[in-house]
């Protein structure tokens, strides 16, 4: 349009120079004069057209992209982002372009403002909400609609030196905040501290949510030792050692470690002695491009435990993922074979109430591999030891095959059967079947520790 | 038991290289490899880079290995394509990096996409429009005539991590883009037979390149970006396939092959497989090379050579 005006407003001028020329002596002297005039005006054209071409050019640099044709919804359109006063290349900044970039500034300003009204909403913290939920079905249990969780995440940074986020989780049974954390973004040397309740970094699959598991159940081991996940109200430090080869180590103290470890209260004041103090570190091995390594040991460790015994407790445990993934094929082809084994060392009573401890170390495992054989369908094998922490002659063994069908990305059903040898009871073996249906909705990262 | 690991700290940071002294290069970190070539090409000699991927992985789903979040740790600068095609693993290993120079909105932070006007900007966010990218389609790098946006920003984003060099930069971006605009003159006489075919890929990672060369998208394998078809919508896409005559099935290399040949047998079109980066051919090891190979391949397909 603006380049149509001044092509117009040329050629205007051009004809009223010709128009108006004087007329010379002789005509072949008024042929000459009237070409040389020509020829000025044409370069004058010329030069007025490049300088037009240029300015487009930025005025198109400078406008928002073009809605998508026939758009069903007012388009969501991302303007391009310049840096800040850098014009593009081979446009040299004049004032006539500044001029020009205050004229389209002042003239979407609007827009602008339109747009700005909505920025104080994206101070909101991303938010998640997972659904899990369980059928089940065996001998001893008999059948059952477990509501298993809906939970909402969120997270945001808080200032530049942190970021913060929240897990709420309601279950058929609770509503409980099951991590609310702080964690530091911005301390030197490869330091994070993360302080108030989180699940401390014990083992593998103690700090990742039920509904994250490889399987529908969470291993017994960690039931057992742990107490479910490794929830813990306390302070954790962790540290990326500065070398070339990843080695992580972590230092930490909790109230207690485990969402259901019961054998200490949440609640109440304690002596330093009754804290549990844990250190860990996890390394990784590229064994190949498409084979890797990760190796961890954790220890958790309670001087004295209040509640019980005022003896201390000490669980110590090592873990080791070997992963298979095809570089070139990882979203459909792969493998995983998952590994934490579990040493609980603990003075118990020898029966309930009785007053009588004795010094008890029970050692619990779990063993799977994962395949994966398509983008959809992911089958599996667990296996599991535990032996009682009372008496680590009381065991218990599982055989859990399951088979995992992603939906989407963010969807995904899995079946699964459990076979139980040495469970609670007079009839000590159980068969369960389990369907769960898992879903989330709303922001979704793929974090570090669940990889 | 303190002073044991007391003694165990001081020899780990002992082990700690020393590289005060050393011609201090810029360690830069690219997500693909068509990045790692053009901050080459920019930066010579006054830059180390790496790459995350080799070439051969689906973008949006590279391995998140710690090692590379030891990598980005030590990194001056992180060059990455942007509009959210590494969000399944880049902000987890930014995280765990710890590093505070290359983090979101830092001078360290060198988004590729700045100057790139997006394509498929969605007018809607809603998961069942697929695994959708809010900024747009972020496959702007298959795309050769996008490489001066992309160089645009390298040049610049090493400019302001080192002034000192501003120059040599923009002299060396300058060579760069000069090699890849004659090579673009051939790539347009070479893809002259392109336009104008209709093209099914399995996701929507050819849109630009397609744009370029005048080819026209048919549709998709997957059934949304990022979700897998049903059987209903390969029906329907075959058949929308034969009634448009459609004449290539491009099969990305990360993508399962026997779905692409069912498709492609069953619509009568010829079956491709291509990269969607540098690398991922044995070829195609600079970025060049790589679009020399995807139009080498693509005609060699419609003209049935």
Redesign the interface.
């Given at each position: 349009m603006l380049r149509s005006c001044v092509v117009l407003t040329v050629v205007a001028t051009l004809t009223v120079a010709m128009a108006g020329a004087p007329r010379p002596a002789s005509a072949q002297a008024g042929e000459e004069q009237l070409r040389r005039e020509l020829d000025t005006l044409k370069e004058q054209l010329r030069r007025v057209e490049q300088q037009m071409k240029q300015q487009e050019e930025v005025i198109r640099r400078l406008s928002p992209?073009p809605?998508?044709p026939a758009?069903?919804?007012?388009?969501?359109?991302?303007a391009?982002?310049?840096?800040p006063g850098?014009a593009p290349?081979g446009v040299a900044v004049t004032p006539d372009v500044e001029e020009l970039k205050r004229m389209i500034l002042a003239e979407i300003q609007p827009q602008l403002s339109a747009a700005n009204r909505t920025f104080p909403s994206q101070f909101n913290p991303a938010i998640g909400f997972i659904v899990d939920t369980v059928f089940s079905h065996s001998r001893q249990q008999k059948s059952n609609f477990e509501f298993r969780s809906a939970e909402i995440g969120i997270s945001a940074s808080i200032d530049p030196f942190a970021r913060a986020y929240g897990i709420i989780n309601g279950t058929s049974d609770d509503v409980e905040v099951e991590e609310a954390a702080i964690v530091t973004?911005?301390l030197p040397w490869?330091?994070?501290v993360k302080g108030g309740r989180f699940f401390a970094d014990f083992g593998r699959l103690s700090t990742f949510h039920d509904h994250d598991l490889p399987f529908v159940n969470r291993p017994l081991v960690l039931d057992e030792y742990v107490g479910g996940e490794s929830q813990g109200d306390g302070v954790e430090l962790n540290w990326?050692?500065?070398?070339?080869?990843?080695?992580?180590l972590t230092a930490g103290m909790y109230n207690k470690i485990g969402a259901e470890n019961d054998r200490v209260d949440n609640g109440v004041s304690r002596d330093v002695s009754e804290f549990t103090y844990l250190l860990r570190g996890s390394?990784?091995f590229?064994l190949h491009?498409e084979h890797?390594l990760?190796v961890g040991f954790s220890d958790a460790y309670t001087p004295e435990v209040r509640i019980e015994n005022k003896k201390g407790r000490n669980l110590a445990g090592i873990d080791f993922t070997y992963?298979y993934?095809p570089?070139?094929?990882?979203?459909?082809r792969g493998f995983v074979w998952g590994n934490e084994l579990l040493l609980n060392h603990e003075h118990r009573e020898t029966s309930p109430g009785n007053g009588d401890f004795k010094l008890n170390n029970a050692f619990g495992m779990y063993s799977y591999i994962e395949a994966r054989l398509?983008?959809?369908f992911y089958p599996g094998f667990l296996f599991e030891y535990v032996e009682d922490v009372d008496n680590k002659n009381f065991m218990t063994k599982k055989y859990s095959p399951y088979l995992t069908f992603w939906v989407?990305?963010?969807q995904r059903l899995r079946l699964q059967y459990t076979h139980t040898d040495g469970g609670p009871g007079p009839d000590r073996s159980d068969d369960g079947f389990f369907l769960q249906w898992t879903a989330v909705?709303g922001s979704h990262?793929?974090?570090?520790r669940d990889? | 038991m303190t002073r044991r690991l007391f003694l165990l700290l001081l020899a780990v940071v002992a082990l700690v290289p020393a590289d005060a002294g050393a011609a201090k290069k810029l360690r830069v970190v690219a997500t693909i490899p068509d990045l790692a070539d053009m901050t080459r090409q920019v930066g010579g000699d006054a830059v180390d880079v790496s790459s995350i991927a080799t070439g051969v992985e689906d973008i949006h789903a590279v391995p998140m290995k710690p090692s590379f979040a030891v990598v980005l740790n030590r990194a001056d600068a992180l060059v990455l394509l942007g509009l959210e095609a590494e969000h399944a693993f880049l902000p987890a290993l930014l995280e765990a990096s710890r590093n505070p120079k290359i983090q979101r909105d830092t001078p360290g932070y060198i988004d590729c996409s700045v100057y790139v006007q997006p394509e498929e900007v969605p007018t809607r966010l809603d998961r069942s429009l697929g695994d959708v990218h809010p900024m747009g389609n972020p496959h702007f790098n298959l795309d050769p005539g996008q490489a001066r946006h992309i160089v645009r920003a390298i040049v610049e984003g090493l400019s302001r991590l080192d002034p000192g060099n501003a120059a040599t930069f923009k002299k060396n971006g300058d060579a760069y883009l000069a090699k890849v605009e004659e090579a673009m003159t051939r790539w347009q006489q070479e893809a002259a037979p392109l336009k104008g075919k209709k093209f099914v890929s399995y996701h929507p990672d050819f849109i630009y390149f397609a744009e370029r060369f005048g080819m026209v998208q048919v549709g998709t394998i997957e059934i949304r970006p990022g979700v897998d078809p049903t059987p209903s919508h390969v029906a329907d896409l075959i058949e929308r396939m034969r009634q448009t005559k459609t004449d290539v099935v491009i099969r990305e290399k990360h993508y399962p092959a026997s779905l692409a040949e069912t498709v492609a047998k069953s619509a009568g079109a010829k079956l491709v497989e291509l990269p969607t980066m540098a690398g991922g051919q044995p070829e195609t090891k600079t970025y060049i090379g790589f679009v020399d190979y995807n139009i080498r391949t693509l005609v060699k397909a419609v003209t049935g050579g």
């Amino acid at each position: 349009m603006l380049r149509s005006c001044v092509v117009l407003t040329v050629v205007a001028t051009l004809t009223v120079a010709m128009a108006g020329a004087p007329r010379p002596a002789s005509a072949q002297a008024g042929e000459e004069q009237l070409r040389r005039e020509l020829d000025t005006l044409k370069e004058q054209l010329r030069r007025v057209e490049q300088q037009m071409k240029q300015q487009e050019e930025v005025i198109r640099r400078l406008s928002p992209a073009p809605p998508p044709p026939a758009p069903a919804a007012p388009p969501v359109v991302t303007a391009p982002r310049p840096a800040p006063g850098v014009a593009p290349p081979g446009v040299a900044v004049t004032p006539d372009v500044e001029e020009l970039k205050r004229m389209i500034l002042a003239e979407i300003q609007p827009q602008l403002s339109a747009a700005n009204r909505t920025f104080p909403s994206q101070f909101n913290p991303a938010i998640g909400f997972i659904v899990d939920t369980v059928f089940s079905h065996s001998r001893q249990q008999k059948s059952n609609f477990e509501f298993r969780s809906a939970e909402i995440g969120i997270s945001a940074s808080i200032d530049p030196f942190a970021r913060a986020y929240g897990i709420i989780n309601g279950t058929s049974d609770d509503v409980e905040v099951e991590e609310a954390a702080i964690v530091t973004t911005s301390l030197p040397w490869n330091l994070t501290v993360k302080g108030g309740r989180f699940f401390a970094d014990f083992g593998r699959l103690s700090t990742f949510h039920d509904h994250d598991l490889p399987f529908v159940n969470r291993p017994l081991v960690l039931d057992e030792y742990v107490g479910g996940e490794s929830q813990g109200d306390g302070v954790e430090l962790n540290w990326l050692v500065p070398i070339p080869h990843y080695v992580s180590l972590t230092a930490g103290m909790y109230n207690k470690i485990g969402a259901e470890n019961d054998r200490v209260d949440n609640g109440v004041s304690r002596d330093v002695s009754e804290f549990t103090y844990l250190l860990r570190g996890s390394t990784s091995f590229n064994l190949h491009d498409e084979h890797s390594l990760d190796v961890g040991f954790s220890d958790a460790y309670t001087p004295e435990v209040r509640i019980e015994n005022k003896k201390g407790r000490n669980l110590a445990g090592i873990d080791f993922t070997y992963r298979y993934t095809p570089l070139a094929s990882a979203s459909y082809r792969g493998f995983v074979w998952g590994n934490e084994l579990l040493l609980n060392h603990e003075h118990r009573e020898t029966s309930p109430g009785n007053g009588d401890f004795k010094l008890n170390n029970a050692f619990g495992m779990y063993s799977y591999i994962e395949a994966r054989l398509t983008r959809r369908f992911y089958p599996g094998f667990l296996f599991e030891y535990v032996e009682d922490v009372d008496n680590k002659n009381f065991m218990t063994k599982k055989y859990s095959p399951y088979l995992t069908f992603w939906v989407s990305e963010f969807q995904r059903l899995r079946l699964q059967y459990t076979h139980t040898d040495g469970g609670p009871g007079p009839d000590r073996s159980d068969d369960g079947f389990f369907l769960q249906w898992t879903a989330v909705i709303g922001s979704h990262v793929h974090s570090f520790r669940d990889r | 038991m303190t002073r044991r690991l007391f003694l165990l700290l001081l020899a780990v940071v002992a082990l700690v290289p020393a590289d005060a002294g050393a011609a201090k290069k810029l360690r830069v970190v690219a997500t693909i490899p068509d990045l790692a070539d053009m901050t080459r090409q920019v930066g010579g000699d006054a830059v180390d880079v790496s790459s995350i991927a080799t070439g051969v992985e689906d973008i949006h789903a590279v391995p998140m290995k710690p090692s590379f979040a030891v990598v980005l740790n030590r990194a001056d600068a992180l060059v990455l394509l942007g509009l959210e095609a590494e969000h399944a693993f880049l902000p987890a290993l930014l995280e765990a990096s710890r590093n505070p120079k290359i983090q979101r909105d830092t001078p360290g932070y060198i988004d590729c996409s700045v100057y790139v006007q997006p394509e498929e900007v969605p007018t809607r966010l809603d998961r069942s429009l697929g695994d959708v990218h809010p900024m747009g389609n972020p496959h702007f790098n298959l795309d050769p005539g996008q490489a001066r946006h992309i160089v645009r920003a390298i040049v610049e984003g090493l400019s302001r991590l080192d002034p000192g060099n501003a120059a040599t930069f923009k002299k060396n971006g300058d060579a760069y883009l000069a090699k890849v605009e004659e090579a673009m003159t051939r790539w347009q006489q070479e893809a002259a037979p392109l336009k104008g075919k209709k093209f099914v890929s399995y996701h929507p990672d050819f849109i630009y390149f397609a744009e370029r060369f005048g080819m026209v998208q048919v549709g998709t394998i997957e059934i949304r970006p990022g979700v897998d078809p049903t059987p209903s919508h390969v029906a329907d896409l075959i058949e929308r396939m034969r009634q448009t005559k459609t004449d290539v099935v491009i099969r990305e290399k990360h993508y399962p092959a026997s779905l692409a040949e069912t498709v492609a047998k069953s619509a009568g079109a010829k079956l491709v497989e291509l990269p969607t980066m540098a690398g991922g051919q044995p070829e195609t090891k600079t970025y060049i090379g790589f679009v020399d190979y995807n139009i080498r391949t693509l005609v060699k397909a419609v003209t049935g050579g």
